[in-house]
């Protein structure tokens, strides 16, 4: 797992004014703000996460795979998490709350026919919505203020890239060729 994964997926809802329990590779979130409402979509966007009351988040992070129906019956392993007891390390964080699990993955196929499959796939297994890594990096670079200081290192990183415009789509890059 990659750690600097984990970091970006804690920030991002702890900037979302969730608390946030890390074991291992696994996050457990709690929503201290939680808006009224249903979570409709299985692939949640940034105006759903507040509708998030508890979660189970495993990251997991492929950054270069597209999570198809092949990939998620040949690495069955990405399920493990849901399998595993933590209830001593989370009695009094959850105290026997319900919560979502939710898998943090780079990218879901692009055709709609193996889109649906993967989905498929995954609710069967367990999972409860998924949430891309770019909704999560371009929720939390929205919510990073260019002129405030972080102690967290990650949006630090953030702040400082946004406030030399690292993020707009009008900057040239110094070292993109021309």
């Known amino acids: 797992m990659s750690y ?6 804690k920030e991002f809802f702890t900037i979302h004014s969730f608390l946030v329990l890390e074991i291992e ?3 457990f979130v709690k929503n201290l703000k ?31 795979q597209k999570f198809t129906p092949s990939v998620l019956n ?9 399998k595993m007891d933590f ?3 989370i009695k009094g964080f959850l105290k026997n709350e319900k919560f979502l699990k939710i898998l943090v993955i780079p990218a879901l196929p692009s055709t709609e026919n193996l889109r649906k499959q993967s ?13 891309l890594f770019p909704t999560v990096i371009s929720a939390l670079v929205e919510k990073i203020n ?3 200081v972080y102690l967290s290192f990650t949006n630090e990183i953030l702040r400082i ?11 040239e890059l110094p070292f993109k060729g021309k």
């Open 161 to 171: 890239l946004k406030f030399y415009d690292f993020f707009s789509e009008e900057r």
């Open 119 to 131: 989905i498929e796939i995954m609710k069967n297994k367990g999972i409860d919505n998924v949430i």
């Open 74 to 82: 040949k690495f069955p392993e990405i399920f493990d998490f849901l």
């Open 25 to 27: 590779d696994i996050l």
């Open 34 to 64: 939680k808006e009224e409402g249903e979570i409709k979509n299985f692939v949640l966007k940034k105006e759903d996460i507040q509708k998030i009351k508890n979660a189970m988040v495993k990251p997991i992070s492929w950054h270069t």
């Open 4 to 9: 600097p994964s984990i970091e970006i997926v």
């Open 87 to 89: 209830s001593e390390g």
């Open 146 to 148: 260019s002129r405030k």
